[in-house]
């Protein structure tokens, strides 16, 4: 059973920077594309950024893209986002999550493996 843990959440103000980790047990992290969602209260998760297996092809969402920047470790079996830049619009519970394929990998809802999520707040 693939089991995803995220950590590195927290408060920073505006303007900061956070660094997230996702670390996987139960699998081979180079099985699977990692992508990474959030979701602030009373709206839908969305999409931030997800990394192909082998760590060549990052995609990220426009809302973040040229502040996040994503990575993966596989011999450590853990996948990064680093966040700068941060606004108190990006405030939510950020999740990781895995898949085998890179199709659809925008899709919260074509993943297979979800974490227990870690908040991230930004205060203004």
């Known amino acids: 059973q693939v089991q995803l843990v995220e950590s590195g959440g927290g408060l920073v103000q505006a303007g900061g920077s956070l660094r997230l980790s996702c670390t996987v047990s139960?699998?081979?992290?180079?099985?699977?594309?990692v992508g990474w969602f959030r979701q602030a209260p009373g709206k839908e998760r969305e999409f931030v950024a997800v990394?192909?297996?082998?760590?060549?092809?990052?995609y990220y969402a426009d809302s973040v893209k040229g502040r996040f920047t994503i990575s993966r470790d596989n011999a450590k079996n853990a996948v990064y986002v680093q966040m700068n830049s941060l606004k108190p619009e990006d405030t939510a519970v950020y999740y990781c999550?895995?898949?085998?394929?890179?199709?659809?990998?925008?899709?919260?809802?074509?993943?297979?493996?979800w974490g227990q999520g870690t908040q991230v707040t930004v205060s203004s």
């Open positions: 990394i192909s297996r082998a760590g060549t092809i990052p």
């Open positions: 999550a895995a898949k085998t394929a890179w199709v659809r990998v925008v899709d919260a809802h074509d993943y297979d493996y």
């Open positions: 139960g699998g081979t992290l180079s099985s699977y594309v």
